[in-house]
């Protein structure tokens, strides 16, 4: 990833949203604990009461971790007569509000798990149709935080934006602040404006107890999947009551590293989550967790770092072949920077001042060992760093805070003038599968469809999908489509436009399937109050063309 455009800093205070209610809720990331990653479908009444009461008596609850949320599989197979959600009568006799109540009497707050579409992804109800009353009746219950997941949700034909909106509007009405984390595996809220309704919003698909996928999960925040390079991470769609989530923990189940290992591993996950400003949902069973592991999820300089006031989600100012510095401003003038060797072979990692703003003599403290290292000139260098290995430090002086990057000027990411713009000059915001090339078709030669070269568009290789965020300020979508003149034989492929994500299935335009005899098509649509367009190319292996794909904008001025 390029560090220039860290370069340039400038000071940039993050600004509070406010739910409807008025009531900013998590200004700092929310921390707690859920039961998906430990127990899945296998929870009850019992185990949830020791649960809470661990999350007292280990320290847990001080350390900051009030959440105490339910995933999946506490409901009944069926709603009541009144058509109310009820408790799987097995696994909570009492039913819900009754452990409802025993979590609160922990000085903890209640959390539950539900989802949007017809079904759950345990195939039990969902909130599809039911939303109003599910909300009120998570209300009258005392639930405080609602992960609000997504699965079946594609038949409900709303868009993301439009159906977590229609929660925050039921839920608001039952006047009780409630946060509210949208579980969509991670397609882009950030670019819809997930922010207007929740307070964090997936970044990323599921994370499994390996470090692969620790580290998949994080870079989504950290902005190397998923979106164009030059964002630099997600960084700046985050802020005091809007956070980029790249899942729960998985501290203390990591299962690909034994005996030592797995606490440095387990120090790395937590590192990374506290220096994104991720929520610390904790994911192991707490009655069975050892010294090792409570010391990691409740470390004070670390959980510092991720709960700072000044929310900043660190960024990467180096990152090349698994060795990377991570940097966060914080709202004391000091700033947290993680040196961390994701390779197999050992290495030194420095971070020298400049990257991170500062210069000359400056203080470091290790976050870890909690010990003051001295001051250092220019720079500092974690040595002989293994695999997994990494070093934690604050760097500087109290005093005013220090500048952030300057976030991505609208321009380069989003119709900000009259006239046509085309989407090549822009940078995508999300993708998934195949990226697209720019100005270029898949193999890097110019576009070229029907005897004509065209100097704007894209290549893609199927199956590929990206999309822009375009803000309801493009009147029409204009492109010409073809299969790129290199694709085998017979090899099909289809060109889509959609309105936004997959969820709603709202597909705005439809090729057709093409194969290289086809002729080019042209697309000339209307786009109306759509936020974000997504361009997607099926056909796996098919290469195809989206030339001179431009939106205009008729009504704007500049
Ligand atoms: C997934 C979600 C997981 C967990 C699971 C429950 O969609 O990403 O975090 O909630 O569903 O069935």
């Known amino acids: 990833m390029s560090t220039t455009c860290i370069l340039a800093f400038a000071a940039m205070l993050p600004t509070l949203t406010r739910a409807a209610d008025d009531t900013v809720l998590a200004t700092t990331p929310p921390m707690g604990w859920n039961s998906w990653n430990c127990f899945e479908k296998e929870i009850d009444e019992k185990k949830i009461q020791a649960i809470a009461d661990v999350m007292v008596s280990s320290g847990m609850r001080d350390a900051g971790y009030v959440y105490l949320v339910l995933d999946d599989a506490w409901m009944a197979k069926d709603r009541d007569e009144n058509g109310r959600l009820q408790a799987d009568p097995e696994k909570f006799p009492d039913g819900m509000k009754a452990i409802g109540d025993y979590i609160h009497g922990k000085g903890l707050k209640y959390g539950i798990y539900q989802d949007r579409g017809k079904w759950t992804c345990q195939q039990l109800p969902g909130s599809f149709g039911h939303e109003q009353i599910d909300m009120q009746t998570f209300a009258e219950w005392g639930v405080d935080y609602i992960k609000l997941d997504s699965c079946f949700a594609e038949s409900n034909g709303r868009m993301s934006s439009e159906d977590y909106a229609i929660y925050r509007k039921h839920i608001t009405a039952t006047g009780r602040p409630i946060v509210l984390s949208i579980s969509d595996f991670g397609n882009a809220a950030w670019a819809w404006g997930g922010k207007e309704s929740a307070q964090l919003w997936r970044t990323s698909g599921d994370i499994y107890p390996w470090m692969d996928s620790v580290y998949a999960c994080a870079d989504t925040s950290a902005g190397d999947r998923g979106i164009h390079p030059a964002f630099n991470g997600l960084w700046q769609f985050a802020g005091p009551g809007h956070w980029n989530d790249p899942d729960m923990l998985q501290v203390g189940n990591l299962k690909d590293l034994k005996g030592d290992r797995r606490n440095i591993g387990d120090r790395a996950h937590f590192s990374l989550w506290c220096i994104l400003a991720a929520p610390l949902m904790a994911g192991n069973d707490l009655r069975a967790m050892n010294d090792d592991v409570r010391k990691v999820l409740t470390a004070p300089e670390l959980v510092a770092v991720n709960q700072d006031p000044r929310g900043v989600q660190g960024y990467k100012v180096f990152n090349e072949d698994g060795i990377e510095v991570y940097n966060k401003p914080l709202a004391d003038g000091t700033t947290a920077v993680l040196l961390l060797n994701k390779r197999g072979e050992k290495a030194d990692v420095t971070v020298r001042w400049d990257q991170i703003g500062l210069s000359g003599n400056q203080p470091v403290r290790d976050l870890w060992a909690r010990k003051d290292l001295g001051t250092l000139n220019n720079s500092f260098t974690a040595r002989n760093l293994g695999q997994h290995e ?135 649509i209307e786009l109306k109050d759509v936020q974000c367009l997504m361009l997607v190319f099926e056909g796996d292996n098919a290469l195809g063309n989206w030339a001179d794909a431009r939106v205009i904008n008729e009504s704007e001025g500049d």
């Open 390 to 524: 990494h070093r934690m430090i604050k760097v500087g002086r109290p005093g005013t805070p220090l500048p952030m990057p300057s976030p991505m000027p609208l321009e380069k990411y989003t119709v900000t003038r009259r006239g046509e713009t085309y989407l090549s000059d822009l940078y995508h915001i999300w993708k998934a599968r195949n990226g697209p090339v720019y100005d270029a078709a898949f193999n890097g030669a110019p576009i070229a469809i029907g005897g004509r070269t065209f100097k704007k568009g894209f290549g893609c290789r199927g199956k590929s999908a990206f999309m822009f965020k375009v803000n309801g300020r493009a009147d029409r979508f204009r492109a010409v489509v073809a299969m790129d003149k290199s694709s085998k034989e017979n090899v099909e492929g289809r060109f889509r436009v959609y309105n936004e994500d997959f969820f709603a299935n709202k597909v705005l335009w439809d090729s057709g399937k093409m194969t290289k005899d086809t002729p080019a098509k042209e697309i000339d």
